[in-house]
């Protein structure tokens, strides 16, 4: 068999322990979550696909330019990111020829042999586009027309895709001074697909940013509020939370570098947002800033409902000369050490026992799991596990975090599943991932009799589909 005939199988057991009885017992309790609906309560896919509904451009443009998980592995074996067509800030010459960008990935797909990747493309080529050959050098331009095709069809337009994938709701991430008008387009459509937003500041409330200063001025704009000053910025940001609750969000999302939170005083927050205003904040008047918003922020979710969601453990944007060549957000953030147990103290002291509130932790940083984070969602009411994210959003990465948290917090502390992705098709492959690896866990726990076999049956259809939905009010 030559390399362009090896076809491409999905093993219906894939990912179950090789033990005959877990592998059975893990095959019934997959059954009883693959049917059921997806619900996806955060993530980064752009709501103008369903606004607009247009067909989706080609293969490279859906699979390959928006997705950092990609094109960060090709990169990594000095790959140029131009020639895989990431724009440039600049406006220089990047690859344009999408065939020519399809085939470099088709020949260095090997790469991804053994990553989560690998696993969620092979899923997509063959469920989603129906492509029974591995993607090679060899077969990467009659794969390019086999998904060409697909695309053009009626059934993988976006909406049609959204059902075809049995998504429940769909939440997006979007700006305070996101005017949400693709939203207000899919809800005038008369459609009944369920994409909502979910509120995420940092582009407001990251003093450090250099764009901070113009970001201000848009959300007073926005808002209708004078946001130069501390008591209207804060004003402004209630007012457009509201907004984004009668979009439907029922979710914020702070993304920081570490979970640092301190209360300031009415004067020391006014002077300090005084001193960022005019260009004075320094480094740690930026994480003080921050600090102090984010406890802002657990009033504003005790006051209004929102579900607060906190993603420390980033080093974002680690390569310098991708930042200011590409911008953020292509593939460059690095899992770094983190400390909860001083750092959300504040926090969860102020408002960690308070019924109204539920604050999802998400982090890169696993060592943190076993020895601080799942003793605090253990401990305190409001706070719960964000699921396995990002690097670790993988079978093993899985499987480590219900190792480290199950016996501490339980998985009553702990979300579900979301998946967090900018590649719309990605969606059925990572759930159904997610569901393998909890079935192969929860087998475990059958097969060394730690819970009963009608417990692990309950208990896959929560972590698949009801804790998520409780979590995130949904």
């Not at 033990?19 to 309560?41: F, G, M, Q, W």
């Not at 305070?176 to 005038?188: A, F, M, N, S």
């Not at 690896?437 to 076999?453: K, M, N, P, Q």
Request: net charge negative; aromatic share 10%; hydrophobic share 35%.
């Amino acid at each position: 068999m030559t390399t362009k005939d090896a076809p491409l199988i999905l093993q219906k057991d894939r990912y179950f322990d090789a033990n005959t009885e877990k592998r059975k017992i893990s095959r019934h309790l997959y059954r009883l979550a693959k049917d059921l609906p997806l619900v996806c309560p955060h993530g980064h896919v752009d709501p103008k696909l369903f606004a607009e509904n247009s067909p989706f451009g080609d293969p490279t443009e859906l699979l390959v330019i928006p997705d950092h998980y990609l094109y960060r592995m090709l990169y990594s074996q000095g790959i140029p990111m131009e020639s895989l067509g990431v724009p440039r800030i600049d406006g220089g010459a990047t690859e344009t020829d999408h065939r020519k960008i399809w085939q470099i990935v088709g020949e260095n797909f090997y790469l991804f042999r053994g990553t989560p990747t690998g696993c969620w493309l092979k899923h997509e080529l063959h469920d989603v586009f129906g492509i029974r050959k591995r993607l090679t050098g060899d077969t990467a331009m009659e794969i390019y027309d086999q998904i060409s095709d697909a695309l053009a069809k009626p059934e993988n337009l976006p909406r049609a895709m959204f059902e075809r994938f049995n998504i429940e709701v769909l939440a997006t991430t979007d700006s305070p001074i996101d005017t949400l008008e693709h939203h207000q387009k899919i809800r005038g459509s008369g459609w009944n697909g369920r994409i909502i937003p979910s509120f995420r500041p940092d582009q407001v409330t990251d003093i450090a940013l250099p764009e901070w200063r113009k970001n201000i001025d848009n959300l007073s704009q926005i808002s209708g509020i004078d946001c130069t000053n501390y008591r209207g910025f804060i004003r402004a940001l209630e007012e457009r939370r509201q907004f984004f609750i009668e979009m439907g969000a029922t979710a914020t999302d702070h993304g920081v570098k570490t979970p640092f939170t301190i209360e300031l005083s009415a004067k020391e927050a006014t002077n300090l947002f005084e001193k960022a205003i005019s260009g004075r904040a320094t480094s740690e008047d930026a994480k003080a800033f921050t600090a102090q918003i984010l406890m802002e922020s657990a009033r504003m979710s005790i006051e209004d409902g929102l579900t607060m969601m906190l993603h420390p453990g980033a080093y974002r944007n680690h390569n310098e000369w991708v930042l200011k060549t590409f911008g953020r957000d292509k593939g460059c953030d690095i899992p770094m050490q983190t400390d909860y147990v001083e750092n959300m103290k504040p926090l969860l002291n102020k408002y960690g026992t308070n019924p109204k509130l539920t604050l999802i932790v998400f982090t890169l940083d696993e060592t943190s799991y076993a020895r601080e984070l799942a003793p605090l969602a253990g401990h305190y009411p409001a706070m719960k596990l964000g699921p396995a994210w990002w690097f670790h959003d993988s079978p093993e990465g899985m499987l480590r975090y219900r190792r480290m948290v199950t016996e501490t917090a339980g998985i009553y502390n702990t979300v579900g599943f979301n998946d967090d992705t900018r590649a719309f098709p990605s969606i059925p492959a990572r759930h159904d991932l997610a569901r393998r690896i909890d079935s192969r866990f929860l087998a475990d726990l059958v097969t060394e009799h730690v819970i009963d076999l009608d417990e692990a049956e309950e208990m896959i259809v929560d972590l698949s589909y009801n804790l998520v939905k409780k979590n995130y009010k949904l």
